[in-house]
Nanobody
Framework: VQLVESGGGFVQAGGSLRLSCAAS????????MAWFRQAPGKAREMVAV???????NYGGSVKGRFTISRDNAKNIVFLQMNSLKPEDTAVYYC????????WGQGTQVTVSS
């Protein structure tokens, strides 16, 4: 299984970014996918998860601002991030559990005030 994130960058507060995670080596449509993030000095936290049936769940701090979605035809999961805040600054990781945990390499998101 390989997960490759893209789309991170630098944005001002109030701006938007869309992250993508391309998956390979797995039957993508059969598994839940998730986004986590880790800020410096803090524990990794769940941001959003989407089930194989496209049911979604979000961490409390991003509800109403972030949207997770998936394209099973292209094996990609997205994270649309709107109304970004400086506290959203972190490395964002794509995750799936396929007999064990798999993580992408991470993509940096920096939000300036």
């Amino acid at each position: 299984v390989q997960l490759v994130e893209s789309g991170g960058g630098f944005v001002q507060a109030g701006g938007s970014l869309r992250l993508s995670c391309a998956a390979s080596g797995m039957v993508f449509s059969a598994f839940s996918m998730a986004w986590f993030r880790q800020a410096p000095g803090k524990a990794r936290e769940m941001v959003a998860v989407i089930s194989r049936g496209s049911n979604t769940n979000y961490g409390g701090s991003v509800k109403g601002r972030f949207t997770i979605s998936r394209d099973n035809a292209k094996n990609i999961v997205f994270l649309q991030m709107n109304s970004l805040k400086p506290e959203d600054t972190a490395v964002y990781y794509c995750h799936s559990y396929v007999r064990r945990d798999y993580w992408g390499q991470g993509t940096q998101v920096t939000v300036s005030s």
